[in-house]
């Protein structure tokens, strides 16, 4: 079984994400679960605070780096297994589905770390072991990248998916830029438009030659 420890300011975002579909079936069938830890536990003083002014002036407030780091530590006292950190950031490794499959593959539970406000302390760099972008746009805080992140490994990890749906054939194994091929399910026209006439030809070969030529390597040139 997976551990996903996920840290954030706000607990009550992962509600609906992590207890639904494909998510809650792998928790039901114990192949992963989640434990989301509030980083206010780990704040100073009454007001249990966590963030500060940034050094050299500039807009908002950032994390601070102790609240993150006895996070990091409380997590690590909690298990005697690896466990991979990772902290999303705009300046991180863009994620693709090949870091994915590696996530999947490793023998490790996974600490995410969720960020708010203007950012954090880039001291805490020091103690992360991955840092992702989840793409080229800014959100308000690290729990959807944590989403992002959790979701597309779990999905991979045997037994989630069940035995009817393969995941070798979807978009991006091939590599990070391929997609898969369109699907269509009936009716076999609406509103004038058609089924290919090849997928309704009961011809495997043929069906399997027309999907390769469909693959959208377009993406390429990102
Ligand atoms: N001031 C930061 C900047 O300009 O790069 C943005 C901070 S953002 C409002 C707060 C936090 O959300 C970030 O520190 C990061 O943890 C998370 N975040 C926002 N966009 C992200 C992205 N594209 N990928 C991964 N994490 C992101």
Same mark, same amino acid.
């Given at each position: ?56 002036? $500039?807009?908002?407030?950032?994390? #601070? &780096?102790?609240?993150?780091?006895? =996070?990091? %530590?409380?997590?690590?006292? !909690? ?61 308000? $805080?690290?729990?959807?990248?944590? #989403? &992002?992140?959790?979701?597309?490994? =779990?999905? %991979?990890?045997?037994?989630? !998916? ?61």
């Amino acid at each position: 079984m997976i551990t996903f420890f996920i840290a954030t300011l706000f607990p009550e975002i992962f509600d609906g994400v992590l207890n639904s579909s494909m998510l809650f079936k792998a928790q039901d069938k114990q192949i992963v679960s989640f434990k989301i830890i509030n980083i206010r536990d780990f704040g100073f003083g009454q007001r249990k605070q966590v963030d500060d002014t940034p050094y050299g002036g $500039g807009d908002g407030m950032l994390l #601070m &780096v102790e609240p993150l780091y006895k =996070t990091i %530590l409380y997590v690590k006292s !909690l298990t005697t297994k690896k466990i991979t950190t990772i902290l999303p950031t705009p300046r991180g490794k863009t994620y693709l589905q090949s870091d994915a499959n590696k996530l999947a593959e490793m023998d490790s539970d996974f600490l995410i770390l969720c960020p708010r406000y203007e950012g954090y302390d880039e001291r805490i760099i020091n103690f992360v072991d991955k840092t992702y972008s989840i793409g080229n746009y800014v959100l308000t $805080g690290g729990e959807i990248p944590a #989403m &992002v992140i959790v979701d597309s490994i =779990t999905r %991979l990890l045997p037994g989630v !998916l069940g035995g009817e749906t393969s995941v070798i054939n979807e978009s991006f194994q091939l590599n990070d830029f391929t997609t898969e091929f369109p699907q269509y399910t009936r009716p076999e026209e609406f509103n004038g438009l058609v089924v290919p006439q090849v997928l309704l030809s009961g011809n495997h070969k043929k069906i399997a030659e027309w999907r390769n030529k469909q693959n959208d390597t377009s993406k390429n040139e990102l």
